[in-house]
């Protein structure tokens, strides 16, 4: 939740901001800020969301040792290491970016400074962004991405082999409003990248944005 708050909080004051005054000037400070907070909490959903699947897929496969399993060291292990690489790899794109030759007067194609669009809108070879940009998303958000399928593969096999009807019910609520939330934040994430690879369609993307910067978070009780 408090993950959720600080990726809304990158985005929407500032776009609220821009609504009320009319204005959607950011300095170029801004904009590098901006980029590096969203980021780094973007990605750190992620790697929550990853977490919390392999916590229900203890909670349901093996609920008998779950509070032997998931003691406060491993959790607090699991959110660490979270943090850590998640700051590591918004720092790392941040400063690629400063490396990077832009125009004096600079106009994105977005509501927010999102990494894809400022590589985009450079002037100098960006090459070597773009690679690390799709190779971190498909170490960062790929890899938790499998880790989850595989989870919910366990789970549904752990469910499917569950006799009463009752208890197949509960099983699948405790799973269903993350299931929902993962559904919506990844497609709208994957669609995002994809998309502006594959046309460079500024709208779409933008229009996508809005579910995982605005939405996604909202839906979290």
Known sequence: SYVDICVTSTTVPKMLLNIQTQSKVINYEGCITQLYFFKLFAVLDIFLLTVMAYDRFVAICHSLHYT????????????????VMCILNSLLHSLMVLKLSFHAHLEIPHFICELNQMIQLACSDTFLNNTVMYFAALLLAGGPFAGILY??????????????????????????SHLSVVSLFYCTLLGVYLNSAATHSSHSSATASVMYTVVTPMLNP
């Open 68 to 83: 032997v399993i998931m003691n406060r060291r491993l959790c607090g292990l699991l959110v660490l290491v979270s943090w």
């Open 151 to 176: 989870s919910y593969s366990k789970i549904v096999s752990c469910i499917c082999g569950i006799s009463s009807a009752q208890g197949k019910y509960k099983a699948f609520s405790t799973c269903a």
